[in-house]
T-cell receptor, first 113, second 114 residues
Framework: AQSVTQLDSHVSVSEGTPVLLRCNYSSSYSPSLFWYVQHPNKGLQLLLKYTSAATLVKGINGFEAEFKKSETSFHLTKPSAHMSDAAEYFCVVSVTGGFKTIFGAGTRLFVKA | ETGVTQTPRHLVMGMTNKKSLKCEQHLGHNAMYWYKQSAKKPLELMFVYSLEERVENNSVPSRFSPECPNSSHLFLHLHTLQPEDSALYLC?????????????FGPGTRLTVT
């Protein structure tokens, strides 16, 4: 069975400071992992994905995530936050060959000027 | 139109009404999904269609009835809904329906059941 836990429901940072959004997962098989972002009144947009290639994955808008199998983690980072990064972020796990897609509860990122 | 579009964007319906949500994807994908996004709950996968056949149905009540007439269109027919069905309903599409596929989402339909 698969599950995903986003460790923080809210994260607040100042503009120009680093962002860290934490995600732990559980999967019986080799997982595919994703981060999506949802801005208010918009659908979800894919930031990046991991599918068993390089463990450090680079995404759009300067975000990246590192797959750590030993820690079952897939944390999302960005070196310098921008006001436009304020949104809700979802960590997602799925298994190749299956259809189930499990979303985390989301982390709301606030960026202060 | 580009990407994934959903209509209507907002819908208010009574518990005895019948209505339909429409999703259209302009990406040439062959798989489509319905999700429910409720306040303070994770997104819930409702249905998956691959090549116009339903391949996943996550124990969704029968008052929700999906239809996929072709690979570009997906409908969600609603009847005798309950107030707890009020939520944002998101449609997505992907190339292939297996795990590991990137999904592209529409903006959603905000449904309120009175």
């Amino acid at each position: 069975a698969q599950s995903v836990t986003q460790l923080d429901s809210h994260v607040s940072v100042s503009e120009g400071t680093p962002v860290l959004l934490r995600c732990n997962y559980s999967s019986s098989y080799s997982p595919s992992l994703f981060w999506y972002v949802q801005h208010p009144n918009k659908g979800l947009q894919l930031l990046l994905k991991y599918t068993s290639a390089a463990t450090l994955v680079k995404g759009i808008n300067g975000f990246e995530a590192e797959f750590k199998k030993s820690e079952t983690s897939f944390h999302l980072t960005k070196p310098s936050a921008h006001m436009s990064d304020a949104a809700e972020y979802f960590c997602v796990v799925s298994v190749t060959g299956g259809f189930k897609t499990i979303f985390g509860a989301g982390t709301r990122l606030f960026v202060k000027a | 139109e580009t990407g994934v579009t959903q209509t209507p964007r907002h819908l208010v319906m009574g518990m005895t009404n019948k209505k339909s949500l429409k999703c259209e994807q302009h990406l040439g994908h062959n798989a489509m999904y319905w999700y429910k996004q409720s306040a303070k709950k994770p997104l819930e996968l409702m249905f998956v269609y691959s090549l116009e056949e339903r391949v996943e149905n996550n124990s969704v009540p029968s008052r929700f009835s999906p239809e996929c007439p072709n690979s570009s269109h997906l409908f969600l027919h609603l009847h005798t809904l309950q107030p707890e069905d009020s939520a944002l309903y998101l449609c997505a599409s992907s190339q292939g329906a297996g795990g590991g596929r990137e999904q592209y989402f529409g903006p959603g339909t905000r449904l309120t059941v009175t």
